[in-house]
């Protein structure tokens, strides 16, 4: 959808999907029964989006990734109650990327994730309208959200029953919110925007051919050059944006996206009447870590530790009526943050800041590989590594940092940031 007059409607409401044939399954979604829309919006544009809750319990709308005002992120602060409208009204500040958009109320953001509460946002600007990539919304551009559901004997989500302390992992996959996916493909290159809107699963996408792809764009927009990859990780909370190129394959191949496991998460059927002769242009961006950036001392430490229900973030579990640090508005820090391990080694976070897109400056001590050289909103933190972080808010107000698997930020791995 494209706002409407700089509006878009959002609604979070209750309904029913039939993921299994003839059989209900209660669902959330945003204007649907599961999952949300594509809100399309432009670099520049003043939009406001009419959030309304019809849910019959508190939520909030937080927009992931996106640059806002910290009075319209729509953290635990910003709660809506059943029946509760309101408009969040801002201008879009930053480039050409695939965000997302979930809800955030303290203690049933993971459940109500998990129930389907996840939108996408597309932002343009005259870069990615000047790049010539593939930009046909279902036909040679396709989201792929990632997510994995336990149902019970009735088909229903039980979330209560499967959770799990350390990340409510399912035994079954859905894409775009649909069981035994498969998706039509032209004899040409593809691209493939993915999320991994798991709670707290993460995923090695390969081709089952072997082929590689390209990489073209990290959380917050593109890296500077396509980057072939033969594999691509994501924990929960990431996207990345890569190119397939289809057009060596016909209608009889057996080509799919697989899991580090070689486990089937999507077949494509390739339509071989359909071509096109797009180029992947060799420059995508101008992303640069500057030499000041990576001469800046460390002036935010934060130490991730724990498990299950014991995870803390600097020996501190969240307060909403603590600010963690302030920061002030557009001046950049440097984060350096630690995953301790503990005697059973430890757990890999994803790491999320609210309101900014980063830049990783060095994970232990070292430049990052090529694919994370792009903006980014959250990092996967691996036991005993340290990464150093280039933060910059451009906007006033109260921040969330967390752990993206959502039982643990619902834990109380997360602080807040006060940008001032
Ligand atoms: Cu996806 Cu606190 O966010
Ligand atoms: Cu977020
Ligand atoms: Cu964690």
Request: charged share 25%; with cysteine; hydrophobic share 35%.
């Amino acid at each position: 959808v494209e706002p409407k007059d700089g509006i878009v409607d959002i609604t979070a409401q209750q309904g029913k999907t039939e993921f299994f044939d003839g059989i209900q399954t209660n669902t959330y979604g945003y204007n649907g029964s599961f999952l949300g829309p594509v809100i399309r919006v432009n670099k520049g544009d003043t939009v406001t989006f009419r959030t309304k809750n019809q849910l019959s319990e508190p939520t909030t709308f937080h927009w992931h990734g996106v640059d806002i005002p910290g009075e319209g992120d729509g953290g635990p602060h910003q709660i809506l109650e059943p029946g509760e409208s309101e408009d969040v009204k801002f201008t879009v500040n930053q480039g050409a990327s695939t965000l997302w958009f979930h809800p955030h109320p303290e203690g049933a953001t993971a459940e109500q994730v998990y129930k389907g509460l996840a939108g996408l946002i597309y932002v343009e600007d005259e870069n990615s309208k000047s790049l010539g990539l593939p930009d046909e919304y279902g036909v040679n551009d396709f989201p792929l959200i990632f997510q994995d559901k336990q149902f019970n004997e009735g088909k229903q989500f039980d979330y209560q029953a499967v959770r799990n302390e350390d990340g409510t992992i399912g035994d079954t996959m859905l894409v775009n919110g649909t069981l035994n996916p498969n998706l039509t493909v032209g004899k040409e290159k593809v691209r493939l925007r993915l999320l991994n809107g798991s709670n707290a699963r993460k995923y090695t996408f390969k081709l089952n051919t072997g082929d590689t792809f390209l990489q073209i764009a990290t959380d917050g927009g593109f890296l500077n050059e396509p980057t072939e990859m033969s594999e691509i990780t994501l924990t929960p909370g990431e996207r990345a944006e890569i190119i397939v190129d289809f057009s060596e394959y016909d209608a009889s191949s057996n080509v799919a996206l697989v899991n580090e496991a070689g486990s089937i998460l999507l077949p494509f059927k390739i339509d071989v009447q359909k071509t096109n002769s797009i180029e992947i242009p060799r420059t995508l961006n101008d992303y640069v870590v500057t030499e000041e950036e990576k001469n800046l001392p460390v002036t935010k430490k934060l130490e991730l530790f724990g498990m299950g229900e014991m995870v803390y973030i600097n020996d501190k579990q969240f307060d909403m009526n603590r600010i963690d640090f302030t920061q002030k508005q557009g001046e950049t820090e440097i984060w350096e943050i630690y995953n301790k391990p503990d005697a059973m080694g430890g757990m890999t976070h994803p790491f999320h800041i609210h309101g900014t897109q980063f830049k990783i400056v060095s994970i232990d001590g070292k430049e990052p590989p090529v694919e994370l050289q792009g903006w980014k909103d959250t990092v996967a933190i691996e036991p005993d590594q340290t990464v150093k972080l280039a933060v910059k808010f451009n906007n006033k107000g109260i921040y969330m940092f967390h752990c993206h698997v959502l039982e643990h930020e619902e834990n109380g791995m997360m602080g807040q940031v006060e940008v001032i």
